[in-house]
């Protein structure tokens, strides 16, 4: 299981921040609303497990969406890859 833990800091207080998380395979994809602060301190459990096929590790992409009590929105992006198998076969 891989944790990615997620902090943030607005100076204005938002009316609303959601979380997003996609994964390539179209098998975990959570998403997280906070209300009414200015700060987010969220762990994010991600599936550290890839398909053995998956040469170039599994890709979890974490969007983070925040709004303001004006309507005005930000987006944050942050991609997250589980390495393939860096172990020696025996």
Do not use: C
Not at 6 to 29: C, G, P, R, S
Not at 51 to 56: L, S
Request: positive net charge.
């Amino acid at each position: 299981m891989w944790i990615k833990k997620l902090k943030a800091h607005w100076n204005e207080k938002k009316d609303k921040t959601t979380v997003f998380v996609y994964d390539e395979y179209y098998l975990i994809e959570p998403s997280i609303t906070i209300q009414n602060q200015t700060e987010i301190n969220q762990i994010i459990k991600l599936p550290a497990s890839r398909r053995e096929d998956d040469k170039d590790g599994r890709k979890y992409i974490i969007k983070i969406l925040a709004t303001d009590l004006a309507g005005n929105t930000s987006l944050v992006t942050q991609e997250v890859i589980v390495p393939h198998d860096q172990g020696k076969k025996k």
